[in-house]
């Protein structure tokens, strides 16, 4: 299971909501160093986030503040 702290989930999700491509990509680097769970979710985001595909990343980040 993949442990994000609370406040890298809210500036994950603050950086989806308004698009900024450039922030998202410095939390993946803050977040694959977590662990290998969380190097897994960081380049999947990372994916993502070079397809601009916000609504996806934002529904991921979602679904993770749910079972927090």
């Not at 994000?4 to 698009?19: C, F, H, R, T, V």
């Not at 999947?44 to 601009?52: F, G, T, V």
């Amino acid at each position: 299971p993949v442990n994000m702290p609370d406040d890298m989930l809210s500036s994950l999700k603050e950086a989806a909501e308004y698009g900024d491509v450039t922030a998202l990509d410095a939390a993946f680097d803050r977040l694959e160093v977590l662990g290998e769970d969380e190097h897994r979710l960081a380049d999947h985001l990372r994916q993502l986030n070079e397809n601009l595909e916000m609504g996806t990343i934002l529904e991921i980040l979602e679904e993770m503040t749910q079972y927090k």
